[in-house]
């Protein structure tokens, strides 16, 4: 693979994201439902601390944010297309992409932060198409990561 299309993210990520299998990986992130995620662990089930959410981001979720795990994969594939993958949290080694929960083809998904808060630089990540936005949000704390949401937001026109 060339050096400029190795895979982008966090390397626990990007290893779930390509046991996944289903289409090569340019970026793969770990995102987070908000209505879940005030008090919660990372893949590890480390305490990543307590996030204080506004009442626009701690209400139930709906429609497809209700479906999705926490935490999800969001993949980019090596043809722009975007998938979130639910994720069952597995010791050790991070993690098992289990399905496809959604997925968007080239250019029907816009992916732009929100700017973050708080010590673990968690950051509101919207996912815009014509059906409406998903909100979910992101840890920044990891140059991976943080390599791999500004790739997302390149490639899908969001940044």
Known sequence: MRPDLEPVGVSVAVRIAQRWGLAP??????????????????????????????????????????????????????????????????????GVAKEEMKHWRPGAVRIADRHGWGKNFSRVVEFSDSEGTLTMLTNLWSKGQRAALELFERETAGG
Not at 61 to 69: F, K, Q, Y
């Open 25 to 94: 990986v340019r970026a793969a992130m770990i995102v987070r439902r908000p209505d879940l995620f005030s008090v919660k662990t990372d893949l590890y089930g480390i305490g990543v601390g307590r996030l204080i959410v506004g009442k626009e981001l701690s209400r139930p979720a709906e429609g497809l944010a209700a479906t999705l795990s926490d935490p999800t994969l969001a993949v980019l594939d090596d043809r722009g297309g975007v998938h979130l993958v639910k994720v069952k949290a597995k010791f050790p080694g991070g």
